[in-house]
């Protein structure tokens, strides 16, 4: 899959390219991703990439005439169908769903990252398609917002992670959310790892985890469940469930009340 990004900080972006699972991809020619500088784009000596806002206020808007070759000539780099996607607060939220269509999808992507206080809204008409918000809260640009779109669509290209099994598994594949994990050592002051996940029987463990999901789910994000789909089995599962559960420990939830305050015990 062929990715743009029209930045004004390309570095962010191919720092991601550099690591992990998307690194790999890049590398193996899964994933290729290219960036576009407005300021590579600039007329005058000094490159300016901002204009001031009509109306007056505080902030700076992103510089029509760069912004806008650049994303012509992101869209101009390559042949077929591209989603111009604008990362931006005003957006849809970003979410697997969202993520899994991209993956799916036969456009390639160009992705623009705002800086200052955004792009003109004339520029957002006529050359974005669609919008996409990866949460709210203030971010000083979209390129950290722009990484999380490449990072989970690419996990999501086949053959991007080692072990399909575990794309297929994974939080929002099954729709719940993880069942919680145990590594070496067995006993760690006090605390042992669950009896079921020691005794090598699969049916049993995935019973269990399945079990510790729904449970988890329930609690911290009852909204996932409305939509759920279970087979037979994870149905049976689940009746087997006590309606309310036993509370899990709020130390499973939150850090315990601890604020950090020096001295004080949690
Ligand atoms: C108003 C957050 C402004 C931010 C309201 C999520 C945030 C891009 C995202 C902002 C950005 C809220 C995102 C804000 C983002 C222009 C440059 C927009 C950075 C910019 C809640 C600043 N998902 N924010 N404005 O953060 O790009 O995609």
């Known amino acids: 899959?062929?990715?743009?990004?029209?930045?004004?900080?390309?570095?962010?972006?191919?720092?991601?390219?550099?690591?992990?699972?998307?690194?790999r991809a890049a590398k193996g020619g899964l994933l290729g991703v290219h960036t576009w500088n407005p300021r590579d784009y600039t007329r005058d000596v000094h490159r300016t990439v901002d204009?001031?806002?009509?109306?007056?206020?505080?902030?700076?808007v992103m510089m029509v005439q760069p912004l806008?070759?650049?994303?012509?000539?992101?869209?101009?780099?390559?042949?077929?169908?591209?989603?111009?996607?604008y990362l931006s607060p005003?957006?849809?939220?970003?979410?697997?769903?969202?993520?899994?269509?991209?993956?799916?999808?036969?456009?390639?992507?160009?992705?623009?990252?705002?800086?200052?206080e955004g792009i003109d809204e004339?520029?957002?008409?006529?050359?974005?398609?669609?919008?996409?918000?990866?949460?709210?809260?203030?971010?000083?640009?979209?390129?950290?917002?722009?990484?999380v779109v490449i990072d989970a669509v690419t996990r999501l290209l086949p053959g991007a992670v080692g072990d399909e099994d575990s794309v297929r598994q994974d939080s929002f594949a099954t729709g719940l959310l993880e069942y919680p994990q145990y590594t070496r050592?067995?006993?760690?002051?006090?605390?042992?790892?669950?009896e079921v996940l020691l005794?090598?029987?699969?049916?049993?463990?995935?019973e269990w985890r399945f079990k510790q999901a729904v449970l988890r789910t329930r609690r911290r994000r009852p909204e996932l469940l409305s939509g759920l789909e279970l087979d037979k089995q994870r149905r049976r599962w689940l009746a087997e469930l006590p309606a309310e559960d036993?509370?899990?420990?709020?130390?499973?939830?939150?850090?315990?009340?601890?604020?950090?305050?020096?001295?004080?015990?949690?």
């Open 90 to 116: 005003q957006g849809p939220r970003f979410d697997q769903a969202r993520a899994r269509a991209l993956a799916e999808g036969d456009a390639r992507l160009i992705l623009v990252a705002g800086r200052y």
């Open 246 to 266: 036993a509370r899990e420990p709020e130390s499973e939830r939150t850090n315990g009340g601890n604020t950090g305050t020096a001295g004080e015990r949690s």
């Open 122 to 147: 004339r520029v957002l008409e006529s050359e974005v398609d669609e919008e996409l918000s990866i949460g709210d809260y203030v971010l000083t640009g979209g390129e950290l917002a722009a990484a």
């Open 68 to 85: 806008r070759d650049a994303i012509r000539a992101a869209r101009a780099a390559a042949p077929g169908p591209a989603r111009v996607i």
């Open 1 to 23: 899959m062929r990715i743009d990004v029209v930045t004004l900080f390309p570095g962010m972006i191919a720092e991601l390219m550099e690591w992990g699972i998307v690194g």
């Open 51 to 60: 204009d001031r806002p009509y109306g007056g206020g505080p902030g700076m």
């Open 199 to 206: 005794g090598g029987n699969h049916l049993e463990i995935e």
């Open 185 to 194: 050592p067995r006993e760690i002051d006090g605390r042992a790892v669950p």
